[in-house]
C-alpha cells in the first residue's frame, strides 16, 4: 500500500519555538488526518482536514489541506514540553476504505 | 467513557504459538481496523470490518485472521504462519459516514 512521504523525520528545537511539517501524497486525498503518538501508546487525533485549502486550528496546532489536494501541512506554534512525541499524517482517498499513513515526525523539544 | 480498549498492554509468546490480541469499542462505530506499527514504517492495514459478519484484508493479511461477531469486538489472531510477528498492533475504529479514525491504546507483542 500506498505510504505517505512526510518530513522533516526529526526535529530538535526550543522551547518557544515555532515548528513545521508536512506530508506530501502522490495521489488525491478527500481527507486529510493529523495524529500524535507517546512512546508506547496509540495515536490521538488532532485535526481532520475536509476540504483543499481549509486552514483549521486546535489550540496552538494549525493544518492546511494542500489546494492540490496531494499534500497537508501541520504547524505548531510556541512549543511546550509536553508536544514531544511523534506527529504522523493520514489520508483518505475519495473511493475504498483504506487510510495512508505518513512515516512519522519526531519532535523533541529542548526546555 | 467512550473508547476503544486494547488488552492485554504487553504479550509475550513463544514461536509457534497464536495468540489473540483483544479490541473493543463502546464508540458505537461501525468500521474496525487492525493496523501493525514498526519503527521507521507507517502504520501498515492488517485487516479491516466494515460491518458485523464482514471482514477485507488488508495489505498484509498474511499470518492473521480476524472475526467480527459482534459490533463492539473486532479480535485479532496472530497465528505461526506470521513469519515476523514482534510488532506494535493498534486497533482503530470510525463511523461510516466520517473519516476521522479514532485508535486504541496498543498491544506490543513479542515472539521469542
Known amino acids: 500500500g500506498q505510504q505517505l512521504n512526510q518530513s522533516p523525520q526529526s526535529m530538535f528545537i526550543q522551547e518557544g519555538e515555532d515548528v513545521s511539517m508536512n506530508c506530501t501524497s502522490s495521489?488525491?486525498?478527500?481527507?486529510w488526518l493529523w495524529y500524535k503518538q507517546d512512546p508506547g501508546e496509540g495515536p490521538v487525533l488532532l485535526i481532520a482536514?475536509?476540504?483543499?485549502?481549509e486552514l483549521t486550528s486546535n489550540g496552538r496546532l494549525t493544518a492546511q489541506f494542500g489546494i492540490t489536494r496531494k499534500d497537508s501541512f501541520l504547524n505548531i506554534s510556541a512549543s511546550i514540553p509536553s508536544d514531544v512525541g511523534i506527529y504522523f499524517c493520514?489520508?483518505?482517498?475519495?473511493?475504498?476504505?483504506?487510510?495512508?499513513f505518513g512515516t512519522g515526525t519526531s519532535l523533541t523539544v529542548i526546555p | 467513557d467512550g473508547g476503544i480498549t486494547q488488552s492485554p498492554k504487553y504479550l509475550f509468546r513463544k514461536e509457534g504459538q497464536n495468540v489473540t490480541l483483544s479490541c473493543e469499542q463502546n464508540?458505537?462505530?461501525?468500521?474496525m481496523y487492525w493496523y501493525r506499527q514498526d519503527p521507521g514504517q507507517g502504520l501498515r492495514l492488517i485487516y479491516y470490518?466494515?460491518?458485523?459478519?464482514?471482514?477485507q484484508k488488508g495489505d498484509i493479511a498474511e499470518g492473521y485472521s480476524v472475526s467480527r461477531e459482534k459490533k463492539e469486538s473486532f479480535p485479532l489472531t496472530v497465528t505461526s504462519a506470521q513469519k515476523n510477528p514482534t510488532a506494535f498492533y493498534l486497533c482503530?475504529?470510525?463511523?461510516?459516514?466520517?473519516?476521522?479514525?479514532?485508535f486504541g491504546p496498543g498491544t506490543r507483542l513479542t515472539v521469542t
Open positions: 464508540l458505537n462505530h461501525d468500521a
Open positions: 470490518s466494515q460491518i458485523v459478519n464482514d471482514f
Open positions: 482503530a475504529s470510525r463511523q461510516t459516514e466520517s473519516y476521522e479514525q479514532y
Open positions: 493520514a489520508g483518505h482517498p475519495n473511493t475504498g476504505n483504506q487510510f495512508y
Open positions: 495521489s488525491i486525498f478527500n481527507t
Open positions: 482536514l475536509y476540504k483543499a485549502g
